[in-house]
């Protein structure tokens, strides 16, 4: 296949994305994969700076908390800071199970590098880490741009083996650089980007930010900002959302947007906004038709199975989480299981014993191997697991828990 026609394609991928249905809801679950022209680095940079540090003056106790969360992290530019794989020698080079075939990472003059090898047939090619995808609380992709478009690279960081692999998505043993990233993986990964048009191929503007600021969950905040400046004794919160005071629903479509698994677009991506119906702008999932929910992605579908969440009037992703801070103690979690179960009802309350209090989440919310995420390595098939959302009596695992007095 010529240049021309791989720079063809590369854009039909993010028309198709655009205007049709079936684009990928997460990065490392995407499955568009397009030729690309020649190798070289093609290095293009821009600067994105989050709008949430302008709300520091008014919210800085929110702020200084929210910065530290995962999906504040959730993408950023490249740097010693950012990328969590190591490049020291002894720790930078990816093996392959094909005899010859390797990657390298490697960092230059400030600037981060990931190198295919095939020694046998005396080729190489080398393209720059321009942005990193991915908190690296439990890893991260890395993306490089070309001619206006960002595509994945094939080695990736995997935080509980700390070692470098295969990207998601890409086969072992095979040098190829040519995974597009289509506007709806961006969407849940960013804040914003805005698409251009350059000679009649769509490309991607330098106008993005970076990471899930304020904005995404309330709405363009410029025009608020410039009221408090100008009325710093207003405190009815004019031109901003409160998602607080939205109804359920509406509560849950703005977690949905990214934690709803995979929806075909019936709108472009980054054209929907906080407290307006998702359903007009993914297809609505059908409880009768749709599979079980995996792990990874799909929260809110696995919390509308629950019985905790169809017995309630109220409850959403908001009852137990604070997007504003990080929560990784499990303990204040059960507490909002107490507010409603009472501990002497429960069948297995003797057994189980002062354990009750901070066990209810590993009983009843048990980390579960997602079967979304698919890694090839030479010689294993490293999995990721994450916490079940449905809420409810997992048997195995509660007799597991039961019979290691430790929680999972």
Not at 351 to 360: Q, W
């Amino acid at each position: 296949m010529t240049a021309p026609h791989r720079r063809v394609n590369a854009n039909r991928a993010i028309t198709h994305a655009i205007t049709r249905t079936g684009a990928a809801g997460c990065l490392l679950a995407a499955a568009v994969t397009w030729a690309l022209c020649g190798a070289g680095t093609g290095v293009q940079k821009a600067q994105a700076t989050p709008r949430a540090l302008s709300c520091n003056a008014c919210h800085e106790q929110i702020v200084t908390t929210f910065v530290q969360t995962a999906h504040f992290k959730t993408s950023a530019e490249a740097t010693a800071r950012s990328i969590k794989g190591s490049f020291a020698a002894g720790h930078n080079v990816l093996r392959t199970g094909v005899p010859g075939i390797h990657f390298k990472m490697e960092q230059r003059h400030g600037a981060f590098y990931q190198t295919g090898v095939d020694s046998s047939q005396s080729r190489a090619r080398t393209e720059r880490i321009d942005l990193v995808v991915g908190s690296g609380r439990r890893g991260q992709s890395y993306l490089y741009w070309r001619n206006g478009l960002l595509f994945e690279l094939p080695v990736s960081y995997l935080a509980g083996l700390d070692r470098w692999i295969n990207s998601p998505g890409y086969t072992d043993g095979t040098i190829d650089f040519a995974r597009v990233i289509v506007p709806r993986c961006l969407e849940c990964h960013s804040t914003s980007f805005k698409l251009q048009q350059e000679r009649r191929a769509l490309q991607y503007s330098r106008e993005y930010e970076l990471g899930i600021s304020c904005e995404k969950c309330h709405g363009d905040g410029r025009r608020h900002v410039q009221n408090q400046s100008s009325h710093p004794a207003e405190i009815r919160g004019k031109y901003i959302l409160n998602p607080a005071r939205f109804s359920r629903d509406r509560k849950l479509d703005n977690c949905a947007l990214c934690h709803s698994g995979l929806r075909d677009e019936l709108r472009p991506a980054f054209s929907y906004r906080p407290g307006e119906r998702l359903d007009d702008y993914l297809l609505p999932q059908s409880d009768r038709d749709a599979p079980i929910p995996d792990v990874h992605g799909d929260q809110v579908g696995l919390l509308r199975r629950s019985k905790c969440f169809r017995a309630s009037p109220t409850m959403s992703c908001s009852t137990c989480h604070d997007v504003h801070r990080p929560q990784r103690d499990l303990a204040p979690f059960a507490s909002k299981c107490l507010a409603c179960h009472q501990i002497s009802q429960h069948p297995m309350a003797a057994r189980i014993g002062v354990r009750m209090i901070s066990s209810c989440i590993d009983c009843h919310m048990p980390n579960q191997r997602s079967h979304a995420i698919q890694i090839n390595t030479p010689a294993t098939q490293p999995s990721l697991s994450f916490r079940n959302h449905a809420i409810g009596i997992y048997p195995e695992v509660a007799a597991t828990i039961l019979q290691s007095g430790k929680e999972r």
